[in-house]
Each structure stands twice: as C-alpha cells, then as structure tokens.
C-alpha cells in the first residue's frame, strides 16, 4: 500500500491572505530602506520573512562593521495582526550565545597596573544594556537583593526568618552564602565600584600609557562615549521600543536572561555560574525573555523603519567597542 504525500507544489506552512500581504509589505519596506537587494529575492526556496530576516541580519554585521570578535548579535522578524485597521512589524534583536568567559586574570592584572582601572572595568560593562553580560558581580547582587533580603551577606537574613538555630543551621545546608563569593571573587569587586571607578580625566591620562593598559583605557572611553550616545539616539525612538522589563507580549514585569556573555571569575569561582543557573531557571518557570531590545512598527509607516535603523547604527558603533574592549580583556586570558 502507497502512503499518500503531498504535491511539491503544496507549500508547507499556510498563511492567511492578510498575513502574505503583511509580510510583502515589510519586503517592500526594506527595500525602500535599502536593507534588501534585488538579489536577495532570487533565492526561491525561502520564504519571504526568511529573506527579510536574513537580509537585516547581513545589515546589521555591516552596520557594526563585520564579524565580531568576542561578542555576537542577531535579528529575528515577525509581524502582527492586532486588528483589521493595525499591522505590526515587530523587530527582536537578541545576543548570540557565545558561551561563558572569565574575567580575573585581565581585571586582576588591570587593578594591579592602576588602582581603580579593573572596577571602572567591571562596572561599565556591568552597567551598559546594549550588550548585556553577566558578571561575578551581578551574581553577588542577586543574591543581595533577591535572596538575603538587601543584607550584605546570608546570615542576618537567616537570623531574622529562622530565629531557632537548629531550623537556621538547616536552611543554611541549601544556601548559597558570601563566604562562597569571598573564596571565589578579591574583595575589591565586591565592595562599591562608585567609590573605585576613576573618572574621565584620570582615563583620558592612563590611555596615553603604552602597552595592553593603555589600550584597555582607551577601549574603554570609546565604549562610554558610544553607550551614551546610542541610549541618545535610542531616545528619538521612543515610542516604537518596549523597555527591558517588557517581552513583546504587552503583559506584566518579565525577567531578562538573553546575557552573553555569562562571566566568572575564573575556573574555580562555580558560585557566579550556579546563580547565573539558578536565577534563569526561575525566570523560565514565570515570565521571562531573551531579547535585548524590541521595536513594533505599524506597517503603514515606513519612515519609522528608517528612522528606527539610523537609530540602530549608534547602538551598532556601541557594540563594536564593547566587542574591541572585550577582545583586550580576552588577550590576557
């Protein structure tokens, strides 16, 4: 017996008629903008949502001015139905998982070179959302914050929910505890970068050293300036960008997890990675997201994609000096 299949001519996945009209309209879009080129419509096999995404992906690597060397981002496309009269494109740019890193051994060597140079580090790439990593600092925050109450360590916490130290001495079997984060991490990460981090002129004066310091001092002054400049050209955007706190859903408060990297100290510090685990397994079981940022262009307003690109070039320039500051930490590796 002959199992039946399906004609070649039959197409895969069916979409409604005004899906198809949604998605020629962005094609057509990005064309008007420049992102698509004729011959990107000559490949029959995609569909054409795979030839948009595919052809703002190769805008983007050439926006941040080709391959990057330690980070990664991606595009993904959709687009929207909400009713008859409104149609969305909605745009996701995300980090590409490069795995996890260390960060000792250069901001060690950084802190012993100039005092206070390995923090400024530290926070500033802590701080930024452009490309956002997760740091052994970030780890000891969370677990601040989000498990011993804001104390600096587990054991006021433990005191104040377990007033009998037979329960205390259990519970404590289970926690993850600061001793972990000051076997693991030096001291000078844990305490207040504020009061650490130099200022711009110092910066400005350690980037005319010679040698690797230099270079990291100058890569990082690069990097503010780029930050700054992009969260300012994001702002002429405002209005098609969802915040941070948001998953494109239009629901409630939903955590971030799409860091990349994830850092540790080095390879004996297991404590950043566990809480790294611990705090994206319980985001995954509520609300959760992995895209950095998120815009909804109605369909009928081309002139917010383009200006929705220019904008994306700053955050694009912002990327490749992180990606060029990152580099330098990794040659010490």
């Known amino acids: 017996m002959e199992l039946p299949t399906i004609a070649t001519g039959v197409p895969l996945v069916l979409h409604s008629a005004q899906r198809q009209q949604l998605t020629a309209q962005l094609v057509r879009m990005l064309i008007d903008a420049g992102v698509i080129h004729r011959r990107d419509l000559l490949v029959e096999d995609d569909s054409p949502l795979q030839v948009a995404t595919r052809a703002l992906n190769r805008w983007l ?46 901001l060690d060597a950084l802190e012993a070179a100039v005092p206070g140079l390995g923090a ?16 052994p600092r970030d780890a000891f925050e969370h677990m601040r914050f989000r498990e011993w109450d804001g104390k600096r360590s587990e054991k006021q916490m433990l005191k104040e929910h377990y007033p009998d130290r037979k329960e205390r001495e ?6 993850i505890t600061r001793a972990m984060f000051d076997e693991a991490i030096p001291a000078w990460a844990l305490r207040s970068l504020e009061r650490r981090k130099l200022g711009h002129a110092r910066l400005r004066a350690v980037a005319r ?37 948001e998953d494109g859903s239009g629901g409630e408060y939903s955590e971030f997890t799409g860091f990349a990297p994830c850092f540790s100290w080095d390879a004996a510090d297991t404590v950043s990675q566990t809480v790294f685990d611990d705090m994206v397994d319980m985001a ?6 992995d895209h950095i940022g998120f815009a909804e262009i109605e369909a009928s307003k081309p002139d917010e994609l383009r200006r929705f690109l220019r904008a994306m070039r700053a955050h694009c320039r912002a990327v490749r000096a992180l990606d060029r500051l990152m580099t330098l930490l990794h040659e010490r590796q």
């Open 120 to 135: 400024t580090v530290l926070d500033t790439i802590g701080s930024q959302r452009i490309h956002p990593m997760f740091t």
């Open 284 to 289: 995954w079981q509520g609300t959760s997201h």
């Open 61 to 106: 690597e050439q926006a941040i001015g080709g391959k990057l060397n330690s980070l990664g981002c991606i595009f993904r496309l959709d687009v929207c139905e909400y009713d008859a009269a409104l149609h969305c494109i909605r745009i996701w740019w995300e980090a590409d998982w490069i795995g996890n890193m260390y960060l000792g051994i250069p």
């Open 209 to 245: 050293h010679d040698g690797w310091t230099g270079a990291v001092a100058a890569a990082l002054l690069e990097v503010q300036a780029a930050v700054a400049r992009a969260g300012a050209e994001t702002a002429t955007i405002d209005g098609l960008l969802l915040s941070e706190e």
């Open 170 to 175: 259990d519970a404590m079997k289970d926690c």
